[in-house]
């Protein structure tokens, strides 16, 4: 597995709040900045650090320069300016990834226009699917079925290619289910377990998050 992923999250309300607790479960490295030093205190003890920064004075994010992060999530709300004034540090930090949260349409143009990489809306994105996305990179999509049971589309890996599901026993070694796949832009349902997966498809599974965050890492071998 390589070295962990650093993420820095900029906001704790309730959205920011779900994306940095998920992180850091999924076994992330997670920074917090929130100007608010009670939800600071509230949070610091679950994440790798936390401080205290209003990302709307010169300099406030210095300590995040030397850091080799691999994102930044700006959940800072109703503040536009904030939000504008992180993103843009971030992007001067050289951060790759930059995804910001925004409250409607004219708000997503504005903070697109200024450098972000993605706006997502939390009526839409809940924080933990938000937090998987970013960190599970096999995965095309994530749709949370329940607390800990999702559905995930992901990209075939290479060491499944021409292999069948009779040989691979998915359900056996991994405790997830096969139950279609997409390729040619066609979904199949009704699965041959005889017939050999093809290249550059999307399998669909079901499974316990547990069990899908452990295939995340692309450790999908059939050993």
């Known amino acids: 597995m390589g070295e962990k992923k650093q993420y820095a999250v900029f906001g704790l309300g309730g959205f920011g709040r779900s994306v940095a607790l998920t992180l850091e479960q999924m076994g992330c490295d997670v920074i917090v900045v929130d100007q608010s030093y009670e939800r600071i205190q509230e949070i610091a003890d679950s994440v790798s650090y936390a401080f205290r920064a209003d990302v709307t004075e010169p300099d406030a994010l210095d300590t995040l ?61 809940t924080g933990a699917r938000v937090a998987r996305s970013l960190v599970s990179a096999a995965f095309t999509d994530w749709i949370e079925l329940s607390n800990d049971f999702s559905l995930v589309e992901a990209q075939i890996p290479g060491a499944w290619v021409g292999k069948t599901l009779e040989e691979l026993r998915v359900r056996e070694r991994y405790g997830v289910n096969i139950v279609g796949l997409i390729h040619d832009e066609k979904i199949s349902v009704i699965l041959n377990p005889q017939a050999p997966l093809p290249e550059k498809c999307l399998l669909i599974l079901i499974g316990a998050d547990k069990n899908l965050e452990f295939l995340r890492n692309g450790d999908w071998s059939s050993k």
Do not use: F, T
Request: glycine residues 8%.
């Open 65 to 125: 320069g030397g850091r080799n992060l691999d994102a930044a999530i700006v959940a800072i709300g109703e503040n536009l300016e904030a939000s504008i004034m992180a993103i843009m540090a971030a992007k001067e930090m050289g951060i790759p990834y930059v995804l910001a949260k925004a409250k409607d349409k004219l708000q997503a143009q504005i903070l697109q226009k200024i450098g972000a990489d993605a706006v997502i809306s939390p009526e839409h994105d």
